[in-house]
């Protein structure tokens, strides 16, 4: 079974431009993560989507973050405009039944975002 | 609110031999679950175990077992007969009830020598 695909795997960019990091949640979930992991701040929760409304957005930075579920399956995160300071690790996650405490998250493999 | 301390920024371990990692937290809550993730260099976010707060027994899966001590709120992962690929970061990480978001810890890189 196909797990969490996230892309691109690693962004550089400049200063100012868009960045837009995409996500496909495993086939039948129904909760969708998007997470920052940096060495100062480790792992942070941004956002948290159920059946594609977003639940709690109070990780999100500031305004030019912002993330969809344009559809039960996928995800995007864009920062604009991007700054040095979000260069980060940033990791989706999904899972499956929200009153299913046992239900573990399953991360995508990241996307390495450098600012430059 | 929730917190998840791992006290052990470091461990190291030779090859065969045992490692516990440390993992407590705080919650006021009567349910909750815990979880322990593995990531290793490359990047990925490796689901390796769970335990409910109900759970009688302590969880286990293969040479992973979890050292659930409900009173101390305390739940250590134990790695029985280490490996080298065994190194890697490992974070702890809780779930309340009605949340379906983690809290986790800062983590803890094992390094696994031969």
């Known amino acids: 079974d196909a797990g969490v695909i996230q892309s691109p795997r690693h962004e550089v960019t400049e200063m100012g431009q868009e960045v837009t990091l995409r996500c496909k949640l495993i086939s039948g979930h129904n909760s969708l993560f998007w997470y920052r992991q940096t060495m100062m701040r480790g792992l942070e929760l941004l956002i948290y989507?159920?059946?594609?409304?977003?639940?709690?957005d109070s990780g999100m930075p500031e305004d030019r973050f912002s993330a969809k579920m344009p559809n039960a399956s996928f995800s995007t995160l864009k920062i604009q405009p991007s700054e040095p300071r979000d260069s980060a690790v940033y990791f989706c996650?999904?899972?499956?039944?929200?009153?299913?405490?046992?239900?573990?998250?399953?991360f995508g493999d990241g996307t390495r975002l450098s600012i430059l | 609110a929730q917190k998840i301390t791992q006290t052990q920024p470091g461990m190291f371990v030779q090859e065969k031999e045992a490692v516990t990692l440390d993992c407590t937290y705080d919650t006021s809550d009567q349910s909750y679950g815990l979880f322990w993730y593995k990531q290793p260099s490359s990047g990925e976010m490796i689901f390796l175990i769970y335990?409910?707060?109900?759970?009688?027994q302590n969880a286990t899966e293969g040479r992973y077992s979890l050292n659930f001590q409900k009173a101390r709120k305390s739940a250590n992962l134990v790695i029985s007969a280490s490996q080298l690929g065994d190194s890697a970061m490992y974070f702890c990480a809780m779930r309340g009830p009605g949340y379906s978001t983690l809290t986790f810890g800062k983590g803890t890189m094992l390094l696994v020598s031969p």
């Open positions: 335990q409910g707060s109900y759970d009688e």
């Open positions: 989507f159920n059946n594609n409304v977003p639940i709690d």
């Open positions: 996650a999904s899972s499956s039944g929200q009153q299913r405490r046992n239900q573990p998250q399953h």
